[in-house]
Antibody
Framework: EVQLVESGGGLVQPGGSLRLSCTGSGFTFSDHYMDWVRQAPGKGLQWVGRSRDKANSYTTEYAVSVNGRFTISRDESKNSLYLQMDSLKNEDTAVYYC???????????????WGQGTQVTVSS | DIQMTQSPSSLSASLGDRVTITCRASQGISNYLAWFQQKPGKAPKSLIYAASSLQSGVPSKFSGSGSGTDFTLTISSLQPEDSATYYCQQYNNYPLTFGGGTKVEIK
């Protein structure tokens, strides 16, 4: 069974840092693009960033709102995806989800699996 | 950025009704459009990819259509378990963007 489990959320002060983890199981982690998506309280879904697969050297993309503050990385040996969040702002308060993307010709890279999410609260 | 506009933002329908949600992209995205279902307090669930392909395990009462800029999600016969918020998402360009959501309630 494909599973994604996030961890690492919590309460942090503005300007602080936090690292989220997402561990995958039931699939070959390195073969998939992986993304972070967040949802502020009572709001919709917002894409945060992406790590491409091993074949694409795990290169990354970021939303403008987090570029330069957040960093996505992987540990292949642990089947884990990370989101290092620095210089956190109140508006980064959200539930953070990791997602797996699968590729099919003529279908592109589409989300097909979501973790349960981890809560990040930025507040003094 | 590509803006995704969903309509309506909410709807109330009766059991057994056919429900249609619309999603419009601010520019052409080919068929790189996905739909997700989210119930309160839960993670989103992937329903449809490539505008009309059903994710594994998703019941056939869900269907999607469209290409270019205009897309629809249809629930053929509304049931209590379909009460949720539905989001569209384009994955043709970075940044990936979502619609604002459509909340579906049962009358």
């Amino acid at each position: 069974e494909v599973q994604l489990v996030e961890s690492g959320g919590g309460l942090v002060q503005p300007g602080g840092s936090l690292r989220l983890s997402c561990t995958g199981s039931g699939f070959t982690f390195s073969d998939h693009y992986m993304d972070w998506v967040r949802q502020a309280p009572g709001k919709g879904l917002q894409w945060v960033g992406r790590s491409r697969d091993k074949a694409n050297s795990y290169t990354t993309e970021y939303a403008v709102s987090v570029n330069g503050r957040f960093t996505i990385s992987r540990d292949e040996s642990k089947n884990s995806l990370y989101l290092q969040m620095d210089s956190l702002k109140n508006e980064d308060t959200a539930v953070y989800y990791c997602t797996r993307s699968t590729y099919l010709q003529n279908s592109g890279y589409y989300f097909d699996c979501w973790g349960q999410g981890t809560q990040v609260t930025v507040s003094s | 950025d590509i803006q995704m506009t969903q309509s309506p933002s909410s709807l109330s329908a009766s059991l057994g009704d056919r429900v249609t949600i619309t999603c419009r992209a601010s520019q052409g995205i080919s068929n790189y459009l996905a739909w997700f279902q989210q119930k309160p307090g839960k993670a989103p669930k992937s329903l449809i990819y490539a505008a009309s392909s059903l994710q594994s395990g998703v019941p056939s009462k869900f269907s999607g259509s469209g290409s270019g800029t205009d897309f629809t999600l249809t629930i053929s016969s509304l049931q209590p378990e379909d009460s949720a918020t539905y989001y569209c998402q384009q994955y043709n360009n970075y940044p990936l963007t979502f619609g604002g959501g459509t909340k579906v309630e049962i009358k």
